[in-house]
């Protein structure tokens, strides 16, 4: 008794079909690209300094929207409402007014400080806990803690030197 063939496939191509080609979510990277080229062609009106540190986030009921990181920048967005409400309709925008609302950046992730070495001490727990463990993964990776501590502790004497 012969099997049959497996029915061919219904799929077109080969691959996997970018995220993008499926409905909510192409119509929220285009309207991603659409804000960001809007945003780049309205800030180019601005004065330099102001440029890089105001951001376009929105257009809402024929109201362009930014974000200003201090009261006193979203002032000066203000003042210059004319100047970028001729800009988008140039452009193609139709929107009546601007907004500026003011919000501060977000905190930047602090980096711990690397330089710290770790004490003679520490070297030797790491190199104990490697002795006591069964796992040569594991134990490679306590002694390789346990020399970056000792090369720390050498290189103070070497810069004495």
């Known amino acids: 008794m012969q099997r049959d063939a497996p029915p061919p496939s219904r799929r077109k191509g080969s691959g996997l079909t970018p995220i993008t080609a499926f409905g909510p ?10 804000l960001d080229a809007l945003d780049r062609a309205l800030r180019q009106t601005l004065p330099s300094p102001l440029r890089e540190q105001v951001r376009f986030a929105n257009l809402q ?17 203000r003042l210059l409402q004319t100047q970028i409400l001729s800009t988008a ?3 193609g925008t139709y929107a009546s007014s601007v907004t500026v609302k ?14 710290k070495p770790l004490s003679p001490a520490a070297a030797s727990h790491l190199r104990a ?18 020399s970056v501590a000792e090369v720390s502790d050498s290189q103070p004497d070497e810069a004495a030197d």
């Open 129 to 146: 806990a490697a002795a006591s463990t069964t796992d040569p993964e594991l134990r490679e990776l306590f002694l390789e803690l346990a």
């Open 89 to 91: 309709r140039a452009i």
């Open 25 to 34: 979510i192409a119509s929220l990277a285009r309207k991603a690209r659409e």
């Open 102 to 115: 003011v919000a501060p950046p977000p905190p930047t992730d602090i980096v711990p400080d690397r330089s």
């Open 61 to 77: 009921d024929g109201r362009l929207v930014f974000l200003a990181p201090s009261p006193a920048l979203a002032a000066r967005v």
